[in-house]
């Protein structure tokens, strides 16, 4: 053979996709990210299940009083107090979301547009710090305000984010101010 016939046989590609091979593997691969995610889904569904002894969340009062403070922000979930990695997913508080806090003297109302609402009355606040994570979210030293409230026999902590960080002190102090006031008044 010449030498041009064997350049143009040597040029000739193999065939370089077993498309059914590839198939199978893309379908395998799905079928495992697929049980991935329901495995998640039961994982959550069971957390919600051993917690279903917590009572329901009280219900903000028809007439809260004036405004003390209000922030608009997100809120992050709640954990078992001092567990920062316990969430809580029991009455959807395992649900992240926006928040619009709104303190006043009867207590803290939590408004989420597409998750529960939920109102802590001042008799349950026990206190509020800066922190730097909850359960899933970790921040800079001090971006997240996490207030401490009993609900039921139950210490929770919830982690809040506003939009202004700069308001996290006043709500810090303030919370904790009425918290020394409501032990006191005991």
Known sequence: MTPVILLAEAQKSAEVTDWPARIGWLIGLALFVALIYWLMREGWKW??????????????????????????????????????LDRIVAHGLGTRSRAELTLTDSGLE???????????????????????????????????????????????DSGFRSDHAAEHNEWADTLNQMTNDTEGAR
């Open 110 to 156: 939590v408004v989420r547009p597409g998750a529960t609402d939920f109102f802590v009355p001042t008799a349950a606040l026990r206190g509020a710090r800066l922190d730097k994570g909850i359960a899933g979210k970790v921040l800079t030293e001090g971006g997240l305000l996490v207030v401490t409230w009993a609900l039921g026999d139950r210490l929770i």
């Open 47 to 84: 957390r919600g299940t051993l917690q279903g002894d917590l009572p329901e969340l009280p219900s903000a009062p028809e007439q809260p009083g004036e405004a003390r403070l209000t922030m608009s922000g997100r809120y992050h979930g709640s954990t078992t107090a001092g567990q920062w």
